[in-house]
């Protein structure tokens, strides 16, 4: 697998997220600014307390995608690892893991790869490590084949 594959896929999956979000606050935003005051009073101020608790939780979704974008920029393409660190894709025997950014399993190009954070707790296992070191992580043994 490519890094520059990978990234141009994280890229787009956390754009897409982006657009998402964003046309789910502008509705939510919407909705808020068009609800009239009723005569029921508490019922309406509840209810704008809730809108207002879910516009609270989008924009803060938005702020942590916005952060990710910013982390996948920092991953340098021309740089070259001899140890597993931020940026860097390590082939195991048990997968592939892209130390970036925390989104989980994803199919690129027919293969399954994990973009993990190095703050996760297999991302800490594998910090550091070398073509052929091994770590015990989940009651499994997982050996280093490659890193790029």
Do not use: W
């Not at 964003?22 to 009239?36: C, V």
């Not at 996948?72 to 025997?93: E, K, M, N, Q």
């Not at 048990?94 to 973009?115: K, N, P, R, S």
Request: charge should be negative; hydrophobic fraction near 40%; include cysteine.
């Amino acid at each position: 697998m490519q890094k520059h594959v990978l990234l141009a896929h994280l890229n787009t999956l956390l754009d897409q997220r982006m657009q998402a979000l964003k046309s789910e606050l502008a509705a939510t935003l919407e909705a808020r600014n068009s609800d009239t005051k009723s005569s029921a009073g508490d019922k309406h101020e509840v209810g704008r307390a809730m809108v207002q608790q879910e516009l609270d939780q989008l924009e803060a979704q938005l702020a942590k995608t916005q952060a990710m974008q910013q982390e996948l920029a920092r991953v340098p393409l021309d740089r070259s690892y001899d140890r597993v660190a931020f940026g860097s894709l390590v082939t195991t025997d048990q997968g592939c893991y892209f130390i970036a950014i925390g989104l989980g399993a994803m199919e690129v190009e027919g293969e399954t790869c994990y973009a993990i954070s190095l703050a996760s707790p297999i991302g800490q296992a594998l910090k550091d490590k070398c073509v052929g070191d091994a770590i015990d992580f989940n009651g499994k043994r997982i050996r280093v084949q490659a890193i790029q």
